[in-house]
């Protein structure tokens, strides 16, 4: 049961990191494609779980930075964490996150 709960928590990151980009992505790429060139760039540059690691029943928080390293901002609609193994107690808080500038990050 320990080695299930070391592997979840060393694989959650990653898969955080992945569903979080996936939907960013696919925004910017899509009006890319019309300009014929590619202008933001998206990145997860922080994750951050307190506590480190989760037992059952714990509650904690997970803070992700998202980066937007290119030339112009993009829009980002929604954030949404999916998973089997967690509960988010607050899922609308992020419905409308809003747009992130270009050269930007927002404050964790």
């Given amino acids: ?5 070391t592997a979840i928590t060393r694989l959650f990151p990653v898969i955080l990191a992945l569903l979080i980009v996936s939907p960013v992505l696919l925004s910017p790429v899509s009006a890319a494609a019309d300009a014929g060139t590619t202008s933001a ?5 922080d994750i951050h779980l307190d506590p480190e690691i989760f037992m059952q029943d714990d509650t904690g928080t997970l803070k992700v930075r998202i980066s937007n390293n290119g ?3 993009v829009a980002i609609n929604r954030v ?3 998973s089997d193994e967690i509960t ?3 899922y609308q808080t992020y419905d409308k996150v809003g747009t992130l500038g270009a050269l930007n990050s927002p404050s964790s």
């Fill in 1 to 5: 049961m320990q080695a299930q709960r």
């Fill in 71 to 73: 030339a112009d901002p």
């Fill in 41 to 45: 760039q998206i990145a997860i540059t």
């Fill in 80 to 82: 949404e964490l999916l």
């Fill in 88 to 90: 988010v107690i607050n």
